[in-house]
């Protein structure tokens, strides 16, 4: 059994402690805007925040994550408004398949809380999910407007 802290909400699951974080809020919490891409912590699709640090929740076991606050792109907007990240992203049209978008956006949002106002150097080193859909240029102009909100 495990007790997790999921958008701010407690919930019990009853999984392996080894099980991999992403499996869990999918599966067992049912919350799939977290996606499966890579299964090894490359392409950043399955990115959650844990205590605020944005995190690979296709590697990360869920007994690690027991006790900490963990956020999914459902907790990201408070009271029914978007998170400034998310409105960018539709602002900018950066999405095109969408797929890695809910990773990304997770990533951008723990990169701004660390650097509130990044260089296009810190995107680079900060922002390492891999978008197969060639949106990069409008995911660094998202990031820049954000951070300006």
């Not at 019990?12 to 996606?35: A, C, D, F, H, Y």
């Not at 400034?84 to 539709?90: D, E, F, L, N, R």
């Not at 990533?107 to 809380?113: E, T």
């Amino acid at each position: 059994m495990a007790r997790l802290i999921v958008n701010g909400k407690s919930v019990e699951v009853t999984v392996n402690p080894s099980t991999p974080l992403l499996w869990v809020i999918r599966e067992q919490v049912g919350l799939t805007g977290t996606k499966y891409g890579c299964g090894v912590a490359q392409c950043g699709s399955c990115t959650v925040h844990l205590d605020g640090a944005a995190v690979r929740s296709c590697v990360m076991p869920v007994a690690a994550a027991e006790g900490k606050q963990i956020t999914t792109i459902e907790g990201l907007a408070a009271g029914g408004v978007l998170h400034k990240v998310q409105k960018a992203w539709v602002e900018y049209e950066v999405p095109q398949c969408g797929y890695c978008q809910a990773g990304m956006i997770m990533a951008v949002a723990a990169l701004l809380k660390d650097k509130p106002k990044p260089t296009d150097a810190d995107i680079d080193a900060g922002i390492t999910n891999i978008c197969r859909c060639g949106t990069f240029q409008q995911v660094r102009e998202a990031i820049h407007a954000a951070a300006k909100a």
